[in-house]
């Protein structure tokens, strides 16, 4: 379940569900309001200990406010915080908004397509990533608050490699089990089966039910997305398991066994990235049509191809890759 709680963070409240004209009354914004007050303060406890109220900020509207200030900032602005994101084994160093989320600043600021943002009010568990085990709305999580070493870890840290057998055993289970339609809900729902496996390694229905309580499949596959998790489960206590869709997705299990161990691997930047990641599938799809190409991956940056050295070389990969239309640097 996408647990908000855990983090600190208020997901749901009455205050989410208040109208742009009530706000407009009042003079100011929800988001306005965290700066100066609530999640501002409690961000600076995180971020700096405890040092509070040593600046103010004025919100359109309404009174001067106290916000936070503090040694160790230098001269960014008081409404903003330097911290640390340990995301998937890697530390990226931000200066943060104190109203910007963890999705926005994974986004945004670090070019990282690794959660999707569905409702972005901590409803639907799309944005689902987690920190220090435990499953968060992304979307609900100030990046302020993630100063002091928590670990962060997305869908894009599970997998070893390339394929579908470097797959970590939940993303295998989704994929070769049809979990997923659209794809939209898809690294949320397995990034809170990795937290609900991690405590519960032989759930019940109703312990998957729960676990992934915070996580809606517009969808409705939830059929499969059920068998993906027991399947999951089952192939990480040891047990041998077999795939639901197995049989019609066996080529892209079974082209890269046969030739793993001669075949060569590289990713390549796109020269222009992608529009949406929405984009990639056709290019991927032509790709893996062709003979000698064993698998393909990536996002609207990055396209990894793994190929046949029989068949193919890098100069050949590119030239094939510019007659699509998508040079690589
Ligand atoms: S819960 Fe974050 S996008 Fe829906
Ligand atoms: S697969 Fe479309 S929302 Fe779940």
């Given at each position: 379940m996408?647990?908000?709680?855990s983090s600190?963070?208020?997901?749901?409240t009455?205050q989410d569900?208040?109208?742009?004209g009530t706000?407009a009354?009042?003079?100011f914004?929800?988001?306005?309001f965290?700066?100066?007050a609530?999640?501002?303060?409690?961000?600076a406890g995180?971020v700096?200990g405890g040092?509070?109220a040593t600046?103010?900020i004025?919100?359109p509207g309404?009174?001067?406010v106290p916000?936070?200030?503090?040694?160790?900032q230098g001269s960014?602005?008081?409404?903003?915080?330097?911290?640390?994101?340990?995301?998937?084994?890697?530390k990226?160093?931000?200066?943060?908004?104190?109203?910007?989320?963890l999705?926005e600043?994974m986004t945004?600021q670090?070019?990282l397509?690794?959660s999707?943002?569905?409702?972005?009010?901590?409803?639907?568990?799309?944005?689902?990533?987690?920190?220090?085990?435990?499953?968060?709305?992304?979307?609900s999580?100030?990046?302020s608050?993630?100063?002091?070493n928590?670990?962060?870890?997305?869908?894009?840290?599970?997998?070893?490699g390339?394929?579908?057998a470097?797959?970590?055993?939940?993303?295998r289970?989704f994929?070769?089990?049809?979990g997923f339609q659209?794809?939209i809900c898809?690294r949320?729902?397995i990034?809170?089966t990795?937290?609900?496996?991690?405590t519960?390694p032989?759930?019940?229905?109703?312990?998957?039910?729960?676990?992934?309580?915070?996580?809606?499949?517009r969808?409705g596959?939830y059929?499969?997305i059920?068998?993906?998790?027991?399947?999951?489960?089952?192939?990480m206590?040891?047990?041998?398991?077999?795939?639901?869709a197995?049989?019609v997705?066996?080529?892209?299990?079974?082209?890269?066994a046969?030739?793993?161990a001669?075949?060569?691997?590289?990713?390549?930047?796109?020269a222009?990235?992608l529009?949406?990641?929405?984009?990639?599938?056709?290019?991927?799809?032509k790709?893996?049509?062709?003979s000698?190409?064993?698998d393909v991956g990536?996002?609207?940056?990055?396209?990894t191809v793994?190929?046949?050295?029989?068949?193919?070389?890098e100069?050949k990969?590119?030239?094939?890759?510019?007659?699509l239309g998508?040079a690589?640097?």
């Amino acid at each position: 379940m996408a647990d908000v709680g855990s983090s600190g963070q208020s997901g749901t409240t009455g205050q989410d569900h208040e109208t742009a004209g009530t706000e407009a009354k009042r003079g100011f914004t929800r988001r306005s309001f965290l700066v100066g007050a609530g999640a501002g303060a409690a961000t600076a406890g995180v971020v700096l200990g405890g040092a509070i109220a040593t600046n103010t900020i004025t919100l359109p509207g309404a009174a001067t406010v106290p916000t936070t200030g503090g040694s160790g900032q230098g001269s960014i602005p008081a409404t903003m915080r330097r911290v640390t994101l340990d995301i998937d084994a890697t530390k990226h160093e931000v200066v943060v908004d104190n109203r910007e989320t963890l999705w926005e600043t994974m986004t945004y600021q670090l070019g990282l397509s690794n959660s999707n943002l569905g409702c972005d009010r901590a409803q639907c568990g799309a944005c689902a990533v987690l920190v220090d085990g435990k499953a968060v709305n992304s979307c609900s999580l100030l990046s302020s608050r993630l100063g002091k070493n928590q670990v962060i870890g997305t869908v894009a840290g599970l997998s070893t490699g390339v394929g579908v057998a470097a797959l970590h055993p939940i993303q295998r289970s989704f994929w070769l089990n049809g979990g997923f339609q659209c794809g939209i809900c898809t690294r949320g729902f397995i990034m809170s089966t990795v937290a609900l496996l991690k405590t519960t390694p032989n759930p019940t229905d109703d312990q998957i039910a729960e676990g992934l309580s915070g996580n809606i499949c517009r969808c409705g596959e939830y059929s499969k997305i059920f068998t993906s998790v027991k399947v999951a489960a089952a192939e990480m206590r040891g047990e041998k398991v077999t795939y639901l869709a197995a049989p019609v997705l066996m080529g892209a299990v079974q082209v890269a066994a046969p030739v793993a161990a001669t075949a060569v691997s590289k990713a390549f930047e796109f020269a222009a990235a992608l529009a949406t990641i929405e984009d990639f599938d056709p290019i991927a799809e032509k790709l893996k049509g062709t003979s000698g190409v064993l698998d393909v991956g990536g996002s609207e940056r990055t396209i990894t191809v793994k190929w046949d050295p029989a068949k193919f070389d890098e100069t050949k990969i590119r030239a094939l890759l510019a007659g699509l239309g998508h040079a690589v640097k």
